[in-house]
């Protein structure tokens, strides 16, 4: 689908360009835009350092593994279906505390982790749970705490504030996670409804 | 309330360094160590990112310059007038929940043409920050342990998304507006 996606743009972009006579604009982005990609990405780099460097302390420190264990009540109650003391709940919690830390790459493989464990509970079938799913929503709302990535490319651009959105943003993805909760129990009252 | 928000947003995060330098020191970690291995993670994703943000943030780039991604705004700026939702930010609205790399690429652009301090350039800050990518997620999730029937879950995940994005317009316009 991506890969449409990119096509079309590029395609329509230089189709439009030769009725509109905007051709020698393209001509100059096409080469402008590749080289301020490369300027942005390089400048990425001084926040993802500092950041990923912090969390691997946080790491160590031990506070990921404190805020697992705060959650742990909540998030027990949410997956009403995993039992209390189940390894899913543990591997759920580490995906979603690294995400809150922006740290993608290590809350992948947790996530998968959770998945597999779920798929234990529910038998090996092949048909998402009630677990797996409310699990994936949290995962795609992105409960995030600080948005580093926006506020290296804020940086980038000469923002007179670049972390000016972290409060807006914080605000906006737990709005975003409360609604994907009870979206996620509505539909999920209305599969169990049509069975009855 | 708002004044509350613009004080976290400047507090929040050297609070936390405080916070993490003050842990590691009561459980006496090497901190400078840790943080220069967990730092060489940071270079390596920058570089990998690299050839994902040419690629895109030329793409969009053609469009925008060829005049078809204004045309296109045009077109739509007086139907969504009506709800207060800018129509320069619909298209990065739209492949919010596709694609993670086209969303950054089209966040990018968008803050370059309008400035990071504006008002788009604000929405499009908070959407490209407060949502992850629906469809990534799920097709890496289910994939992995191979799911075939997901039921409601792309239903509710695009939903999730949606209410997301209508927030970050509304409390923007509220704050920044």
Redesign the interface.
Known sequence: ??NW??IC??A???I??MF?G?ME??N???F???A???T???G??S?????????????????LRGLAKIFRPLISKIFPEIPKDHPALGYILSNLTA?MFGLG?AA?PL??KA??EM?KLNKHS???SRS??T???L????L????T??IG??MQ?????????????????C???I??LI??RF??Y??TWRKS | MMGFISVISIWMIPCFILFIMIAASMKRLPAYDLFVEGGKEGVKTAVSLLPFLVGMITAISILRSSGALDAFVDILSPLLAFIGFPAEVLPLALIRPISGTAALGMTTEIIATYGPDSFIGTIASVMQGSTDTTLYVLTIYFGAIGIKKIRYALQAGLLADLIAILAAVFLVTMMFG
């Not at chain 1, 926040?47 to 506070?63: K, S």
């Not at chain 1, 995962?139 to 992105?142: M, R």
């Not at chain 1, 000469?158 to 914080?170: K, N, Q, R």
């Open positions: 689908m991506i996606i990119w743009m590029a329509i972009g230089i439009y360009a509109s905007n604009a393209v100059e982005a096409i402008e835009s590749a301020q990609a490369v942005l990405a390089i990425l780099i926040i993802l350092v500092f950041w990923l460097g912090m969390m691997r302390i946080a790491e160590e420190a031990g506070i995400n790459n992948t996530g998968i998945m597999e798929k092949e048909t998402a797996m799913i699990f994936l929503i995962n795609t709302t992105g995030t705490l600080i948005p990535t926006v490319i804020r651009y000469e923002s007179a504030s670049p972390t000016e959105i972290v409060g807006v943003t914080l605000l906006v993805t709005i975003g996670t609604a994907g979206i996620d539909f999920y209305k599969s």
